[in-house]
């Protein structure tokens, strides 16, 4: 698979809406998960998931079959899983924070490690936040739901300001 769009019912909530979220997640189990706690937030337009990095990377800077902006737009918010095949979590955000023109997209890292030397790492490559996926299922749809809520609601993201357009 290269990628998988899925389009969520955006409820709109009086709240602006996320017109695009990007996961990055090769476990099928997770990404589900994390696309149905994500539903529930409601005003959360689409998503684009990738099984790898390299795939992701190519989105990201609209290389090959997405050099067409309008097959890769650019995302407001990545979920970013640490332990990808091929590439890791922490080679794509290295590569994508290496790059200016991707500076105002936030970054928040998925993973299952709670390891410091990981949040530590993942915070001087410039990720935005470090996210423990709960064993717990109830706990993984409410922290996933929480997050959606806040990234998509609390937060003002750069894209949704109009800033980091290309």
Not at 7 to 13: V, Y
Not at 131 to 144: A, C, H, M
């Given at each position: 698979m290269n990628e998988k769009r899925i389009?969520?019912?955006?409820?709109?909530?009086g709240k602006e809406s996320l017109d695009l979220l990007m996961?990055?997640?090769d476990e099928k189990?997770?990404?589900?998960?994390?696309?149905?706690?994500l539903r529930?937030?409601?005003n959360i337009k689409s998503i684009v998931l990738f099984e790898n990095g390299e795939t992701a990377l190519k989105y990201i800077f609209r290389q090959g079959r997405y050099s067409d902006k309008a097959l890769s737009p650019r995302?407001?918010?990545?979920l970013l899983d640490m332990n990808l095949p091929g590439k890791s979590g922490l080679e794509?955000?290295?590569?994508?924070r290496a790059d200016n023109r991707?500076?105002?997209i936030p970054v928040v890292m998925l993973t299952t490690s709670s390891s410091t030397e990981n949040v530590q790492q993942t915070a001087e490559l410039g990720a935005n936040d470090y996210?423990?996926?709960?064993?717990?299922?109830?706990?993984?749809?409410?922290?996933?739901t929480e997050l959606g809520t806040y990234w998509s609601t609390v937060s003002a993201l750069p894209l949704q300001r109009g800033l980091g357009n290309d």
């Open positions: 389009d969520l019912e955006s409820k709109q909530n996961m990055v997640e189990d997770h990404a589900e998960l994390v696309i149905d706690a529930e937030v409601g995302p407001a918010l990545i794509v955000l290295r590569d994508i991707f500076i105002t996210v423990v996926k709960p064993v717990d299922f109830g706990e993984f749809l409410t922290t996933i």
